[in-house]
Structure formats: C-alpha cells, structure tokens
C-alpha cells in the first residue's frame, strides 16, 4: 500500500486561472431565430429533470483533415444533419465531456477545472484516432456558449448549467479508418439538484460477469461506446433494486473499478481514504482528482490502490470499512448505502450517508458555489 498525492496527468498542474488562453473571440455568435421567451424559459428551467432541457444556442466547431479546425461558432440548438452513412453511426468514433456552469450569490458565474477537461478530451480523442481540439477553442466553446445563454444558468441551491462538449466522426464514409470530417459541439442543459429530495444513498450492484473496459481498450477515454457496454449490466443492476452497476477489473474479476459513469472511494473505519488506481481502464474523474486533494490536505491516509471486492465484504462484515462513496460531475460525490451482488447483499454502515462522505461533497459544492475559498485555482469565470 502506498500513500499517494495525486499525480493525474490531465488534473493535477493543469489549473491555472487567468493565464490560460481562450479563443472565445473565435466564436462568430449566429443568434437562433427561435429562442425562447423569458416566461418560456422561466416554465422550462423550473424543475428540469437531468439533460431533457435544453438552451437556446450551441457552440460548434468544424475539422476536415485538409484544413483542420475551422468555422468557429454559436449556432441555434437545432437538430444536425447526417448522412445515414455517417461514420459515427456505424463504428462509434465518438468523444465527450462533462462540465457545470455554477452561479455564485454575487451572479457571477463560474466552471470548474476546464483546463482538466480539454486535457482529457484531447487524449480521449488520442484513443479513439479524433483529433485533438486545442485547450484555447475547448475553453473558448464554453466562455462564448455560456456568454450567450446567459439567462439559461439557474441560480437556485444545488443548481446548475450542465455542459457537454462532444466529438463525433461526421463523414459519410462505410469503409474503417479514422474519419476526415469531424464535428465538435458544446450543448448546455439546465439542471437541479441531482437529487430531487436531497442526498440519499444509493444501491449498487457489483456485475461479476460483465465488464466496462479491459487493458488497452478504451476504458480511461470518454467515449460513448463504454457507456454502450454498460447498458445491459445496468438493466441488471435495476432488475436487482439496485441504482448503479460497480465494475470489477477485467483481468482477475476480483477488484473494483468504478461505476458505469462514477469513479469509487472505500473510507476505512480508521479514518483511511483508498480508490482504485488509474491503470488505463479507469476513467480519470476530475471529482476524483479533487477529492484525493481534499482528503489528503485535511490530514487523510489516501491510497491509490487495488481494491480486492473481498477485502470490502469483509469489511462491511466487521465494520473496518465505514463507508463507500461515488463521485463525478454531475451528482458530485454519492453515499452508497448498500453493495450487492448475486452471491452477497450488504448494507454500508448504517445505511446512511456517513461524515467523511458528507463532509467532502460540502467542501467540494461549497468552492464550486463560491461559499468556500478557492485555494487551488480550480475555479474559473465565465461571466
Ligand atoms: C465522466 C466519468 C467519471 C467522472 O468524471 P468527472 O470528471 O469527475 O465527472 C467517472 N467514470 C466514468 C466512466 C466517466 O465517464
């Protein structure tokens, strides 16, 4: 067991603030010619259900292997046009993002660690033979889409503007190799609270005969062909009153790896933090990267390590593991309260959200809401 700082390659040294470049300047604004009215908007922005909202605008860029990235803009949210022999359809050469605009008391609004999602959208991209978009146009996509909907950024508790950057291969080709037409666009989605009634935890079911991603495949990108495989896994876990799948490691089947779109924390009853490590089919959470900080600069024992399912059903059996917890951008950090499978059904603690979980999610919401100090620089303005 070894004790760890964080030394993910995309997050850590990645913040920086002011000095960063943006080409938000780039971004010619092409006003939609439908946009909502404010009594509109106000009635759709009252209590979205995650991602069925959307703003009135886009951001897009356009890359052909002649001429790179071009045509830089803020476009209506309209339906694309594909060809049905576009090559994303057929072979799934295809990346995405995750990210959230945060409205502070003062109205300024806010996105936390961009610079961490450009860097991992470019080696998503890497993986999945995309090109990589440079650092300036991801930021600029995302100052330039939030500018111009504005009045789409909620501004109640826990509330926030959902964006998803993505990447997909937009050429109308069938044969297989890497497309030489391409199409990144930032879409913006107003969301509540990822919990309608406030944090509760959650039932997972560990899958022991499916996997999410092996070594050398595409586990550590952000890609939508990994969400694919865990679908059926997930219908799984729902037929079980279980929420969420946890995946085990494809090799020896016999360690956690993370949940289907969350990666995972065991705190241990000695006050110990571990997640499994990055080995290449993790994806590495810019929630997880800054939670280890978190944990590791109030004093915490945190591990990157391997964590053999048994050591945690022992644990849960004789109290030496407290409490396990999920984290990402969209629900931030998750109690789980029970872990089952088809051979074990166990409850975590007492079943409900225990201090160490508690207490780093309020840390986290409370720099990213601006009530705590950002002591890192992970914040960065937008409006
Ligand atoms: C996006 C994602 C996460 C969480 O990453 P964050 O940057 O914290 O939002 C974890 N696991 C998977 C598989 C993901 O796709």
Request: glycine share 10%.
């Amino acid at each position: 067991m070894s004790t760890t700082t964080p030394t993910s390659a995309t997050a850590a040294g990645t913040d920086g603030g002011p000095v960063r470049e943006s080409a938000a300047h780039a971004f010619e604004v092409r006003a939609s010619d439908t946009a909502r009215s404010d009594a509109e908007r106000a009635a759709l922005m009252e209590a979205p259900v995650f991602g069925t909202v959307f703003t009135d605008h886009m951001a897009r860029v356009t890359w052909t292997a002649d001429g790179g990235w071009r045509d830089h803009r803020v476009e209506k949210h309209a339906p694309l046009q594909l060809n049905p022999a576009a090559a994303v359809l057929h072979y799934g050469q295809e990346v995405f993002e995750g990210l959230k605009a945060y409205q502070h008391a003062d109205g300024s609004v806010w996105t936390f660690r961009p610079w961490a999602n450009a860097a991992r959208m470019a080696a998503s991209a890497r993986r999945l033979a995309l090109p990589e978009l440079p650092e300036a146009d991801f930021l600029g996509s995302i100052e330039a889409l939030v500018r111009t909907d504005a009045a789409w950024v909620p501004s109640g508790a826990e509330t926030s503007l959902y964006l998803r950057p993505f990447m997909f291969a937009s050429e109308t080709f069938l044969g297989v190799r890497p497309a030489r037409e391409v199409e990144y666009v930032v879409i913006a989605s107003p969301v509540g609270p990822y919990f309608s009634s406030g944090v509760k935890p959650v039932a997972i079911w560990v899958v022991q005969d499916y996997h999410r991603a092996g070594p050398g495949g595409t586990g550590f990108a952000k890609c939508g062909g990994n969400y694919a495989a865990s679908l059926l896994p997930q219908q799984e876990a729902y037929a079980h009153g279980c929420e969420q799948v946890c995946f085990l490691d494809a090799v020896t089947n016999t360690e956690l790896e993370e949940l289907g779109g969350m990666n995972v924390f065991v705190v241990g009853a000695d006050g110990s933090v571990s997640t499994p490590p990055l080995n290449g089919s993790i994806l590495e959470g810019v929630t997880r990267s800054s939670v280890l900080t978190l944990l590791g600069e109030a004093g915490r024992e945190v591990h990157e390590r391997p964590i053999p399912l048994a050591e945690v059903r022992a644990g849960l059996e004789d109290g030496s593991v407290a409490e396990v917890f999920a984290c990402g951008t969209a629900a931030v950090v998750t109690p789980i309260g029970r872990l089952a499978s088809g051979d074990f059904d166990l409850t975590v603690g007492d079943g409900e959200t225990g201090a160490v979980t508690a207490w780093v999610r309020d840390q986290l919401t409370g720099i990213q809401y601006g009530r705590a100090e950002d002591r890192h620089g992970w914040m960065h303005r937008l409006i």
